[in-house]
């Protein structure tokens, strides 16, 4: 009996701590389920560490799955809108889905390895985003690129599938603290010319600039104040739904560039800018264009065009332009043609007409020597409408040398808007612009005049092959000059892009993006 009664009472203890065990099992879910709006409970050993940062969900820890933490996940961000990534962090080679903007906050580096690809969720407009103090190493290979993409099927892809890269510093520009174009909540600029924001090196970005609102796209490859510490080597941007580049103020230099098929504008550089570029080539898809119509280069002071400095004062040499004119015979400058044919994205982003291959207003200082520019309905407009950007160019200021142009309607135009090779004496009260019929516009007798520029009514002249690869004898081979040019840049023999044989783009591009399997 003794024996039974210490049986039943080890069974009324081990039923006993059963039921405590149910009943704490009860309170945990409980406790879990009331603490849901909480940041996700990361994997066992993973160390994510959570906090916020402006209100926003941070945390140490980059990758998730389907919005649970796991460090062996392939989505890029929570799944938030906006997500805070505030570690240290390499991504493996690997496939992954990118996921609402994804900050990478001051003090945090994330690290990307050679040939791997990131797709922009569309439903969430993704965006990379390094801020000031934050910074991105994508450092792919020629033969092992690092690919920014849209993450819809092949076949299906389209501009403005994804946000795009937007990478923000320390460096000057002219207006102090900005806010970054395109909605993040990201501001930038400081007192530090040679800021690091990481390295973007043999990097392709494909259907980026969601159009967050009208006229408020985030761009392919957006620069805020970035410094010069910063390194920019190899980047091709297609199909971006705004501009290819922006710079909006910063110091960072750059080399080897594409801008293909974008919506906007190639090169736009703004808010006294500063760096410089060396070999870079834009190529225009005939049937895009943008509403604020489309040019090769865009460069402005600042929006009003005034005399705050530093001056956008950006230096580019070998680069190659080619316009919508090149290779389409039938090519009309008008909304009947300029359709978006099969890349309309039908996403609100309004099309427009092509401009010039060189605006430059609103008090920029740009320079542009050793290049080439062909097929556009314009070559340089000079526009005085805000600020005095021809009279820095009578000055000296401004420079464009050993510049050819070709098979252009008109080589220069003195007015936004205006396709007339006529002097604009000024503008009347509705700001319209005033012509001199008598005169050829300034912009065009300007160019004329600077040491080294050319213009040819046919493109044959140059002897070029698909419009921007000199063949054997090119008279394009022996025009380059350097003298006065920062020894940054790279002296050869040529203008324009390339070299015979000398094709820096192979096997890194891709100029069929939306037919490839990723």
């Not at 993409?149 to 520009?173: E, V």
């Not at 750059?254 to 070999?279: N, R």
């Not at 898809?285 to 705050?308: H, M």
Request: charge should be negative; include cysteine; charged fraction near 20%.
């Amino acid at each position: 009996m003794e024996f039974n009664k210490m049986k039943k009472m080890k069974r009324k203890k081990v039923l006993g701590c059963l039921n405590i065990l149910m009943f704490l099992s009860v309170l945990t879910a409980c406790s879990s389920n009331d603490s849901s709006t909480e940041a996700p409970t990361a994997n066992t050993g993973s160390g994510y560490v959570w906090s916020t940062d402006g209100g926003l969900k941070a945390c140490n820890h980059i990758l998730f799955n389907n919005g649970v933490a796991d460090s062996t996940g392939s989505d890029i961000g929570n799944g938030d809108q906006e997500f805070v990534f505030t570690g240290n962090q390499t991504l493996k080679k690997g496939t992954y889905n990118l996921k609402g903007w994804v900050y990478i906050a001051n003090g945090a580096t994330l690290t990307i390895q050679p040939g791997t690809i990131i797709k922009g969720d569309k439903a969430t407009k993704a965006a990379l985003i390094a801020e000031r103090g934050g910074k991105l190493y994508a450092q792919g290979t020629v033969n092992a690129p690092i690919i920014f993409t849209s993450a819809q099927a092949k076949g299906n892809r389209k501009p403005g599938d994804w946000g795009g890269i937007i990478l923000c510093g320390k460096a000057k520009n002219n207006q102090t603290e900005m806010q970054i174009e395109g909605g993040p909540r990201t501001k930038h600029g400081g007192n530090d010319d040679s800021d690091n924001s990481g390295s973007l090196e043999y990097v392709r970005i494909e259907f980026a600039g969601y159009p967050f609102e009208t006229n408020r796209e985030i761009n392919g490859l957006t620069f805020g104040s970035v410094g010069s510490g910063t390194t920019i080597d190899h980047i091709q941007v297609s199909y971006s739904n705004d501009d290819s580049y922006e710079w909006f103020g910063g110091s960072v230099s750059c080399k080897y560039l594409i801008a293909y098929h974008g919506w906007d504008d190639d090169f736009d550089t703004d808010d006294g800018f500063s760096g410089k570029v060396q070999f870079g080539l834009a190529i225009r898809d005939p049937k895009i264009a943008d509403l604020s119509q489309s040019n090769g280069f865009e460069s402005d002071n600042c929006a009003d065009g005034s005399t705050v400095e530093p001056y956008t004062t950006a230096t580019f040499s070998n680069m190659t332009l080619v316009g919508p004119k090149y290779g389409d015979h039938n090519f009309q400058n008008s909304s009947s043609y300029i359709t978006g044919g099969n890349m309309n994205p039908n996403n609100g982003s309004s099309l427009g007409k092509f401009q010039a291959a060189m605006q430059i207003r609103r008090n920029s200082r740009l320079n542009c020597y050793n290049s080439i520019a062909i097929g556009w309905p314009i070559g340089l407009l000079l526009d005085n409408q805000k600020g005095d950007t021809q009279g820095a160019a009578t000055k000296g200021l401004l420079k464009i040398q050993h510049v050819w142009f070709s098979s252009m309607d008109v080589n220069g135009s003195d007015a936004n808007n205006s396709y007339l090779d006529e002097r604009v004496t000024g503008y009347d009260g509705n700001a319209q612009p005033i012509y001199d019929a008598t005169q050829k516009s300034f912009s065009c007798s300007w160019f004329n005049q600077q040491l080294g520029n050319k213009a040819f009514a046919d493109v044959t002249s140059l002897n070029l092959i698909n419009g921007y690869m000199p063949a054997a004898g090119s008279p394009v081979l022996n025009e380059a000059s350097f003298d006065g040019l920062a020894s940054w840049f790279t002296k050869v023999n040529y203008i324009g892009a390339f070299g015979n044989g000398d094709d820096w783009m192979t096997g890194w591009t891709n100029f069929d993006p939306e037919n490839t399997d990723y």
